[in-house]
């Protein structure tokens, strides 16, 4: 993956060039969920003149947890994927480990996982339940998948398995982030009453001084 000046000295061009071949759709960047565009190997390819690779699409089992308290379940976790891998007789290129709480979509790993996935790398992304992966938005995600040649394997989901089968850690990391929920929406009314404090405070201010300056 490459940055547009990185891609720019690459194949020898300045980074207008780069930028014209983008909006003519000769060479068009590809971009992160942030806006960020990004250049891949086979554009460097194309931009050379030359064919491209055939790409070995990659399969990988993402594995996570909210919290370091939850080692053991993750190691268990990573345990059972593989052993779900073995059974379906599939080969995972990479099982990913992380810890982070599913709200936060800024996890290092599951984001590389995402662009991957965005950059047509990726033909398996292997997870115990849906919300491993993410805890709102996996229908999203999973479009996004499909759209670009990937397809997300629910372990739990083909097993048939139901909520209520989770360990206790799981349940108590979905209390987690409910309470995490709770506690966003709480912050964001604290600040609109302080916000409707300070509006109201303006406006007796104005109303005892009529004729104040406008700033």
Same mark, same amino acid.
């Given at each position: 993956?490459?940055?547009?000046? *990185?891609?720019? #000295? %690459?194949?020898? +061009? ?8 983008? !909006?003519?759709?000769? @060479? ?25 690779? *055939?790409?070995? #699409? %990659?399969?990988? +089992? ?8 939850? !080692?053991?379940?993750? @190691? ?29 979509? %800024? ?109």
């Amino acid at each position: 993956m490459y940055k547009i000046g *990185e891609f720019a #000295r %690459k194949i020898g +061009v300045s980074v207008k060039t780069v930028q014209r071949w983008d !909006k003519s759709g000769k @060479i068009p960047a590809r971009r992160t969920l942030s806006g960020y565009r990004y250049y891949t190997e086979e554009d460097v390819r194309l931009a050379q003149g030359l064919e491209p690779l *055939e790409q070995d #699409r %990659k399969t990988i +089992v993402y594995c996570r947890v909210s919290s370091s308290g939850q !080692k053991p379940e993750l @190691i268990n976790q990573v345990a059972a994927m593989s052993e779900y891998c073995s059974s379906r007789g599939i080969t995972p290129d990479e099982i990913i480990t992380e810890i982070g709480g599913g709200l936060n979509f %800024k996890r290092k790993k599951f984001l590389n996982t995402i662009f991957l996935m965005l950059a047509g790398e990726l033909d398996f992304i292997v997870v115990a339940h849906k919300d491993r992966l993410c805890r709102f938005a996996f229908e999203f995600i999973e479009e996004l998948a499909t759209a670009n040649g990937c397809e997300i394997l629910v372990a739990n989901q083909e097993l048939g398995g139901e909520p209520a089968q989770q360990s206790t850690s799981a349940q108590e990391e979905l209390v987690e982030d409910l309470l995490a929920v709770v506690h966003c929406f709480s912050c964001r009314l604290y600040g609109l009453r302080s916000y409707t404090k300070k509006v109201r405070a303006k406006i007796v201010e104005t109303l005892d001084n009529p004729r104040q300056k406008e700033v």
